[in-house]
């Protein structure tokens, strides 16, 4: 799973899993100097968020998260109960 | 897994998050928004389409323009100066293995009379690019001293 991120730096990152429901919360950790002047904005200050619900289906103590140029990158592996298991017939 | 919520800052994003959430009215105004962002898709600039915010700050030495620009290789943007237009363009290779297409940016901006062409600056972290456009010496504000006898 892949997040567009930008202006997020790594202690603006929040990743929490709860009752089922992953919760992304990335804040911009960039504002500007008192001295800008803004111009011409297109841009907001307002935090990311992103919130999914999946029951179950991953393993979360397993996941990873890499965050490298405003992109993060969670590894989210399935729980070993819901992998396809081929069954070999005796 | 299914979407609860999704919450993407740009310049469609008018209210912060904790306002609209938890309404029972969420579903009808993400419906009111999408009926807006495709009548409006002409005129504001597409978020994900060849096109990516841009602010535009400035003090007294130097313009500033900030471009996110999330997941572009550094070697991948490319800054250009000519008549007075300043041209950001850069690419992105999207999706692995098999068909891995590079999706190409670009904007172009109008600068003033006032920047040094040929002193720009850029830096890019955390996926956000930022330009300094300093200003001509005869263009900043002066302070001058007037004696009262």
């Known amino acids: 799973m892949t997040v567009r991120l930008p202006g997020v730096a790594k202690d603006g990152l929040d990743i929490s899993a709860e009752n089922g429901e992953l919760t992304i919360t990335g804040k911009r950790t960039w504002s500007a100097p008192d001295a800008w002047t803004p111009v011409y904005r297109e841009s907001n200050d307002v935090s990311y968020q992103l919130t999914l619900r999946h029951e179950s289906v991953i393993n979360i103590d397993q996941a990873k998260a890499d965050l490298r140029d405003g992109i993060l990158t ?10 396809p298991r081929k069954i070999a017939i005796a | 897994m299914r979407l609860v919520r999704y919450t993407y800052p740009s310049q469609r994003t008018f209210a912060p ?10 579903g009808l105004e993400n419906e009111i928004a999408r009926l807006f962002d495709s009548a409006v898709a002409d005129t504001a600039p597409a978020r ?10 400035q003090d007294k030495e130097n313009a500033y323009v900030r471009a996110e620009l999330p997941g572009v290789n550094r070697d991948a943007i490319n800054l250009e100066v000519s008549d007075g237009v300043l041209t950001l363009e850069a690419s992105r290779k999207q999706g692995e293995g098999e068909s891995p297409e590079t999706v190409t940016f670009k904007r172009t901006l109008n600068l003033s009379d006032e920047v040094q062409g ?12 930022t330009v ?18």
Not at chain 2, 17 to 22: E, G, I, T, V
Request: without cysteine; hydrophobic residues 35%.
């Open chain 2, 48 to 57: 994900f389409s060849g096109s990516f915010p841009v602010d535009v700050y």
């Open chain 2, 132 to 149: 300094t456009l300093p200003r001509k010496e005869a263009a900043k504000p002066k302070k001058i001293n007037i004696q009262v006898g």
């Open chain 2, 17 to 26: 998050a904790s306002a609209f959430s938890r309404t029972p009215w969420l």
């Open chain 1, 74 to 83: 969670l590894t989210l592996p399935k729980n070993e109960t819901v992998k």
């Open chain 2, 118 to 129: 040929d002193q720009i600056r850029a830096t890019y972290e955390n996926g956000v690019l």
